[in-house]
């Protein structure tokens, strides 16, 4: 038998910055960082790089800050055709949707290709590795592995989320008849796609999860039904909760419950599910997902694009709930820089609490004490904090072991003049958000010198354009 083919090795040299996010929460300064194939080997602290250590290729990081991969946990990718639609501009949730599910509804499989690999291209210039998407449409012969494919080809990392509609407007939910599919159809492609793709495996570039949209636009059959599907398999669960007050008063209207309270009851807490927003989760809601290990996707760009309101990020945080940070869907952010994203946490943290009476929580003008979020605080909710919300142990973190998954953000750029030569960790969040100089996934640079290497982006926006104005124009 032929030998087994050596790993490729990557150094990354001398960096001015390694945020590990280990377990002692180190940052290494003259550090450097060894990868072998899809792992990390070694972290080196200054002075204990080997002499003469061998490597196929070796990246030049003195002046950056290398990071591990940023984790996005809640987007829909689809949605970038839709950026920016006149009429969808100043809307709040519910008219937000009504606006566009019919432009939504011409969405066929290619678009979805397309506009999947220009959202992951944002994502890994930005410093993102690892990307849940959340697909709960599906007109036209769009199937999930549209998304899948275009995944594997531009090299992300990638939970897949079959989502899903069965409730349209006749039967009381918000979305449009057509839209919807019927249960057995969604639960059986379900089943279909975890045996068709799903990677348990450590470093699995793709897993599958389970993911009816919301309670306003799928059964309470459907979500049980969904769990046991879901734990059968050893799968993961996800959906939209209490993402603002109209959210809340449809949960109340329809089920006479608090969204806490409406998701308990249908199997869905545990440290096997994920809800995006959580924007309106009270205090019952915060101690029962802290006592399950409910995890929240926190996503504060769309929270104000929509006017969801204020999330009760550090409350979460503080009780013990897993929370991650995620960008949302591209047409109620615009954007998916995951750096920024973190700063949006952070300031939004700081925002909410200045909104409490004086006094509130005991502190008061000058003796307030720290901040509500701190840069530090919010960069580990970006990779740690999202790793554990996607039920991830190989990666979030820059140690021996671990997926080789890292961004380095180029120290010396003009964003950073002033500040990076004070606090390099915090300035990659009060500063402009910068991108990537470099991005690596499962030990490949998909991300050069601040250049996609997997995919020629002018003609892939240029397709992407086209469609997202032959969509808008069909509607």
């Known amino acids: 038998m032929p030998a087994a083919a050596a790993l490729r090795r990557i150094l990354i040299r001398d960096a001015e910055v390694v ?15 060894l990868l072998c194939g899809p792992r990390i080997e070694a972290v080196y602290a200054a002075g204990e790089l080997p002499p003469g250590l061998q490597a196929d290729e070796v990246i030049d990081a003195r002046g950056h800050a290398v990071l591990p991969g940023l984790v996005n946990t809640h987007h829909h990718m689809s949605q ?136 306003f636009t799928v059964s309470q059959d459907l979500m049980r039904e969904s769990a046991l599907l879901a734990r059968s398999f050893g799968c993961r669960l996800h959906t939209h909760l209490a993402e603002n007050d109209h959210d809340l008063a449809y949960t109340q209207a329809r089920f006479g419950l608090t969204p806490t ?36 996707a926190h996503c504060p760009c769309s929270n104000m694009r929509l006017a969801s309101g204020i999330a009760p990020l550090r409350r979460m945080v503080d009780a013990g709930v897993p929370v991650g940070l995620g960008v949302d869907g591209s047409a109620s952010n615009d954007g998916a820089q995951m750096l920024n994203e973190a700063r949006q946490a952070m300031l939004l943290a700081r925002v909410g609490r200045a909104m409490q009476p004086p006094g509130a929580d005991g502190r008061f003008g000058c003796d307030a004490g720290p901040a509500e979020m701190t840069a530090r605080d919010a ?84 397709r992407h354009n086209r469609f997202a104005t032959a969509l808008a124009r069909a509607a």
């Not at 006149?86 to 019919?102: H, M, N, T």
């Not at 994920?274 to 101690?287: F, N, Q, S, Y």
């Open 80 to 215: 970038s055709l839709t950026r920016a639609l006149p009429g969808a501009q100043d809307a709040e949730l519910f008219s937000w949707l009504k606006r566009l599910y019919p432009v939504w509804s011409g969405i066929t499989p290619e678009m979805v290709h397309v506009s999947t690999q220009v959202a992951m291209a944002e994502l890994l210039l930005s410093g993102c590795t690892t990307s849940s998407d959340h697909l709960y449409l599906y007109p036209n012969g769009v199937q999930l592995d549209d998304s899948i494919a275009a995944a594997a080809q531009i090299g992300m990392r990638f939970h897949a989320a079959r989502g899903s509609m069965s409730v349209g407007e006749s039967a009381g939910g918000l979305p449009p008849d057509h839209l919807v599919e019927a249960e057995p159809a969604i639960l059986a492609d379900s089943q279909r796609l975890i045996e068709q793709y799903d990677d348990k495996g450590r470093y699995a570039m793709l897993r599958v999860v389970v993911a009816p949209c919301s309670p």
């Open 261 to 296: 309270q409406y998701v308990a009851d249908l199997g869905w807490l545990g440290d096997d599910v994920w809800h995006a927003h959580c924007v309106k989760l009270d205090a019952d809601g915060i101690a029962r997902f802290a006592a399950s290990g409910t995890g929240v």
């Open 379 to 462: 960069l580990a909710l970006a990779t740690r904090g999202g790793a554990r919300v996607l039920g991830r142990d190989d990666i979030g973190q820059l140690a021996p072991g671990m997926a080789a998954d890292l961004a380095l953000f180029d120290l010396r750029s003009l964003g950073f003049a002033g500040g990076a030569v004070h606090d390099p960790v915090a300035a990659l969040l009060l500063c402009a958000s910068a991108p990537a100089a470099y991005t690596v996934v499962n030990g490949q640079v998909v991300v050069r010198q601040g250049q996609l290497t997997t995919l020629d982006l002018g003609p892939l926006i240029e």
């Open 19 to 33: 945020v590990t996010q280990d377990d002692a929460g180190r940052e290494l300064r003259g550090a450097s960082v």
